[in-house]
């Protein structure tokens, strides 16, 4: 019997669980109170609907074997964990994990006692300083801080300061990790490599990072250790810095990524969705890795007037519809909002092969056919040439 899962959420988390569980061959039904949700066309059935306190979950959940939230909407959170409970339903989210992850202070604090290597906090560092928000996930609302003249600006009191975290702003490659599991029985997966764009947005995503085989095994115990003291029971990710040869923690966020799943399933094939339904509905969950991995690209960009630009993240959040396309352009996959005649458009291209060459090639052959070939959209049995 095919899982049906109902994703809360149809932005950027969406489109992830969305993506995922197509792939993973289970129903999707999403809810979302956006009618335009950026994943609304990638799932089998979309409900636009605001949660409310009042609203009925067995109407709603209608035949729903999982809940899996894809947003970050404290009280909407509370409706669907109330929910789970009522229905009898299984929530892939661990509520008591993400209070802690959701809040960077007591993250930093609890690497503290963990004996883990962060970066400075002020002021007992020196400038440049980057000042997050303290509850703010991804790039939201993070500052780089040049000086005392620019903090003053900028914060001009103490309490201003206070109610964000500043810390040394230390520059080095950025690596992240997924666990999951349950207390005793952690599973860590594939390193992957981040990539920045100028506003501190993941515009990239390189699989399987190249570190080297030492450190990733110590990513992989510092990520266990986070998920054993938390007693994590569901998914978390976990990214970090290597400054001047040591691996810093910076930050951690238990719920779905975005991004990173997608790489590691097209270099592994492991699909951290698949399991995360698994350790759902059994308790426990089966990894069966490819036996090579395969380099993989995962990549954000904006075209207009067939100018190609790589940016974070945000400029896939809120885009119109987004589709699932295989081959256009000559990605092996991608996941865009682009129609024939489109000035401007948005995608993120899936690129991978034997090595990191032939992904290059590949991605410079994409590049070059938007430019200036021409494009093939695939849906169902139209083939349509531009």
Not at 14 to 23: N, P, T
Not at 46 to 61: C, E, G, S
Not at 113 to 121: A, N, R, V, Y
Request: glycine share 6%; with cysteine; charged share 25%.
């Amino acid at each position: 019997m095919t899982l049906r899962v109902a994703i809360i959420g149809g932005n950027l988390q969406g489109v992830e669980a969305a993506y995922l569980a197509k792939k993973a061959g289970w129903e999707v039904l999403l809810i979302d109170k956006n009618p335009q949700a950026s994943a609304s066309l990638l799932c089998d059935r979309f409900v636009p609907l605001t949660i409310t306190p009042k609203t009925d979950p067995r109407q709603v959940l209608e035949r729903v074997d999982l809940i899996m939230p894809a947003i970050e909407n404290d009280p909407v959170l509370a409706v669907l964990q109330k929910w789970s409970v009522d229905t009898g339903i299984p929530m892939a989210f661990d509520r008591e994990a993400y209070a802690v992850s959701s809040s960077k202070k007591k993250s930093n604090a609890m690497f503290r006692d963990l004996g883990l290597s962060t970066p400075d906090p002020w002021p007992q560092c020196s400038f440049p300083l980057v000042v997050k928000p303290d509850s703010e996930s991804g790039s939201q609302g993070v500052q780089i801080i040049h000086d005392r003249k620019e903090l003053a600006l900028k914060f001009p009191t103490e309490e201003a300061l206070d109610r964000m975290v500043a810390q040394a702003y230390v520059k080095g490659p950025l690596y992240s990790i997924e666990v999951m599991g349950s207390p005793g029985d952690y599973t860590p997966f594939q390193v992957t490599e981040l990539h920045m764009d100028s506003t501190h947005d993941c515009k990239r995503v390189l699989a399987p990072a190249e570190l080297d085989p030492a450190r990733i095994h110590e990513f992989e115990q510092m990520a266990t250790a986070i998920a054993e003291h938390i007693q994590l029971r569901r998914v978390m990710d976990v990214e970090v810095v290597l400054h001047d040869g040591q691996l810093k923690v910076l930050e951690i966020d238990a719920r779905l990524p975005s991004q990173t799943p997608t790489a590691v399933f097209h270099s592994t094939g492991i699909n951290v969705v698949e399991l995360l339904g698994e350790l759902c509905l059994t308790g426990k969950m089966t990894v069966n890795p490819t036996a090579q991995a395969r380099t993989t690209l995962y990549e954000h960009i904006k075209v207009v007037d067939r100018h190609i630009e790589v940016m974070g993240e945000h400029i896939m959040s809120g885009a119109s519809p987004l589709k699932l396309v295989e081959g256009l352009f000559g990605a092996d996959e991608v996941i865009t909002n682009y129609q024939p005649g489109l000035a401007t458009w948005v995608a993120t291209l899936m690129l991978k092969g034997k090595n990191m060459e032939e992904v290059l090639g590949k991605r410079q052959q994409t590049y070059e056919n938007i430019r200036h070939g021409p494009g093939r959209i695939v849906s169902g049995t139209d083939v349509h040439e531009e």
